[in-house]
């Protein structure tokens, strides 16, 4: 069965930092793009960062709003996709989600990340003082 799993969301203050964490099971998490989206209460799903699997050319993707401030990485070993965040902001109070993607880029050479077919169930992140 194939399966991605969340970990490391909580209560952060403003500023803080957070890693989360995507696990797959069922099959070799740099066989696929991998995203992090995200949604918080009342709004749209935004995409946050995507990384490009082992056989693409290393692209990844930040959304605007978090440049600067959030890395994605991957560890082959432990099958697992990682989003560092710091310097939060009580705008990044969110349910986040990992899952597969597309990541790729535009004619203008930017790049883009759109998600696919399977989820995780999600992790809580809430930046407040």
């Known amino acids: 069965q194939l399966q991605l799993v969340e970990s490391g969301g909580g209560l952060v203050q403003p500023g803080g930092s957070l890693r989360l964490s995507c696990a797959a099971s069922?099959?070799?998490?740099?066989?696929?793009?991998i995203g992090w989206f995200r949604q918080a209460p009342g709004k749209g799903r935004e995409g946050v960062s995507c990384?490009?699997?082992?056989?693409?050319?290393?692209?990844?993707y930040y959304g605007d709003s978090v440049k600067g401030r959030f890395t994605i990485s991957r560890d082959n070993a432990k099958n697992t996709v990682y989003l560092q965040m710091n310097s939060l902001k009580p705008e990044d109070t969110a349910v986040y989600y990992c899952?597969?993607?597309?990541?790729?880029?535009?004619?203008?050479?930017?790049?883009?990340?759109?998600?696919?077919?399977?989820w995780g169930q999600g992790t809580l992140v809430t930046v407040s003082s």
């Open positions: 899952a597969t993607a597309r990541v790729g880029r535009y004619s203008d050479w930017s790049p883009y990340c759109r998600a696919l077919d399977l």
């Open positions: 069922g099959f070799a998490v740099d066989s696929y793009d």
């Open positions: 990384i490009m699997g082992s056989d693409g050319d290393g692209t990844t």
